[in-house]
C-alpha cells in the first residue's frame, strides 16, 4: 500500500503518513498509455495555422521567362517555381487540425499511472484542509515553504473549486491549482509535486472497478393501468373476430364437400 506525508492545513508534519486508496493507488505505471496521452493532450493544444503559398498562390509569373530553345540556359516556365527567388514553397505546412481522441478508459488509466508514478517517487503530499478565508498570496507561500515545496514547481489538487486558493497561487511562478477530478495525465506530469486536499481523494465519481464511473440504473416505467371499459371493449372485440373467423372456416368447409354437377349435350 502506497503512503503519503500527511501535513495539517497549516503546514505542520503530522505524526504519521496518509495511506492512499489502495483501490487506485496500486502502484502500476503504464508508460505506452502515457505516452499516447501525454502526446494527445500536445496535439490538441495546437492551433494548426501555420501556413505558406505554394506556386500556385503567388502572384506572377503568368508568361514564359524565355523561349524554349536556343538561349543556352535551363528551361524555364515561370519564375514563381520554388526554386525562384519570390518563388512558391514546396510542401510548405498548411492549416490543418491536429485534434485527435483517445478513448475514456485509456485516458483514466493514464491519469492513474501518473498519480501513482508521483505518489511511487515520494512526490505526493497531502494536506488535511486548504481552506482560505480571503485570496492571500504570502499565506500560501508560507504554507507550500512548511510542507517543503516552495520555488519547484507544483500542481496543487482541491477537493472541488477553491476560489481563494486559485486566488492565491495564480500569481505564484510554477503553482497550479485546480479540482482534483480535473487533473489530467498531463497537468500530473508536468509538476514536479503535488499536493492533494485529504478530501478530494474521496471522489465519489472513481470506483475500483477499472476505473469506471459509476451509473445508476434508470427506474422502469410502470405500464399504465387499463380502465374496465377499455378492458371489455377489447373482449368484445376479440369475441367477434373468433366467430367471424369460425363462419369462414364452415363455409369453406361446406363448398369442399358439395358434389360437382357437370352439364352434358343429353341433358339439353
Known amino acids: 500500500m502506497l503512503e503519503a506525508p500527511l501535513f495539517s492545513a497549516t503546514g505542520d508534519k503530522a ?3 496518509c495511506p492512499l486508496p489502495a483501490d487506485y493507488f496500486d ?3 503504464n508508460e505506452p498509455v502515457l505516452h499516447q496521452a501525454v502526446k494527445t493532450y500536445l496535439g490538441n493544444q495546437r492551433q494548426g495555422t501555420a501556413a505558406t503559398k505554394s506556386r500556385a498562390k503567388v502572384s506572377g509569373g503568368g508568361a514564359k521567362p524565355w523561349r524554349q530553345k536556343g538561349t543556352g540556359r535551363a528551361r524555364q516556365g515561370t519564375i514563381r517555381a520554388p526554386h525562384w527567388r519570390g518563388g512558391g514553397i514546396a510542401f510548405g ?3 490543418r487540425d491536429y485534434r485527435a481522441g483517445i478513448p475514456a478508459k485509456v485516458r483514466k488509466l493514464a491519469r492513474r499511472s501518473a498519480l501513482n508514478a508521483r505518489a511511487r517517487e515520494g512526490a505526493f503530499f497531502v494536506v488535511d484542509g486548504l481552506a482560505f478565508e480571503q485570496p492571500k498570496t504570502s499565506a500560501l507561500v508560507t504554507l507550500l515553504g512548511k510542507i517543503g515545496v516552495g520555488g519547484r514547481k507544483t ?3 482541491t477537493d472541488g473549486i477553491n476560489r481563494h486558493l486559485y486566488l492565491s497561487a495564480r500569481n505564484i511562478p510554477g503553482v497550479n491549482v ?3 477530478h480535473e487533473a489530467a ?3 500530473v506530469l508536468w509538476a514536479e509535486l503535488v499536493v492533494v486536499e485529504r478530501a478530494a481523494m474521496g471522489d ?6 477499472g476505473d469506471q464511473t459509476v451509473k445508476r440504473a434508470k427506474p422502469k416505467r410502470a405500464a399504465p393501468a387499463k380502465s374496465a371499459a377499455s378492458t371489455a371493449k377489447a373482449k368484445k372485440a376479440v369475441k367477434k373476430a373468433v366467430k367471424k373467423t369460425a363462419k369462414k372456416a364452415v363455409k369453406k368447409t361446406a363448398k369442399k364437400a358439395a358434389p360437382k354437377t357437370q352439364t352434358t349435350k343429353d341433358d339439353d
Open 27 to 29: 502502484g502500476a505505471v
Open 178 to 180: 485546480m479540482p482534483y
Open 185 to 187: 495525465a498531463y497537468d
Open 15 to 17: 505524526s504519521g503518513s
Open 155 to 157: 500542481l496543487i489538487l
Open 204 to 209: 465519489p465519481g472513481e470506483t475500483s472497478a
Open 93 to 95: 505546412p498548411s492549416p
